[in-house]
């Protein structure tokens, strides 16, 4: 009897099973509209994210899911300032705009979607 090809049964535990998570699902649907967007507009015409939430409507460049159920974005107010809020998605609403290109909207602002930040409470291990 050969044993050279002979190798035992991989008792590893399996791997659980990824499931989307609300947040990651939403970051995901807006990453896809935004790509759309992207695509189909104008030259002359920048796309722009809006929040609505508890603190109004504001324009927002950044946002991530930072849990199963909640996002944190950074907002700029009209004065120029920013602003990080944490919501759960249920209280979330965004608004993709396209809007000409012009001296106050040069076009060249970054929209960054982000599945999971670095440093978020997922990443802390209680001691």
Known sequence: MNFNSFSAPDFSPPKPPKFPTPASKLIEEMKFQMAYLESTKPTD???????????????TGHIASIGQDLLRMVVKHEDGTFSSIFAPVSQC???????????????????????????SPQDKKST
């Open 45 to 59: 015409q920048v796309l722009r994210i809006c929040y609505g939430g508890a603190f109004g409507v504001i324009r």
């Open 93 to 119: 609403s965004f608004m993709f705009s396209l809007v000409p290109k012009t001296q106050d909207e040069p076009g060249d602002e970054k929209i960054v979607l982000l599945f999971k930040e670095e440093g």
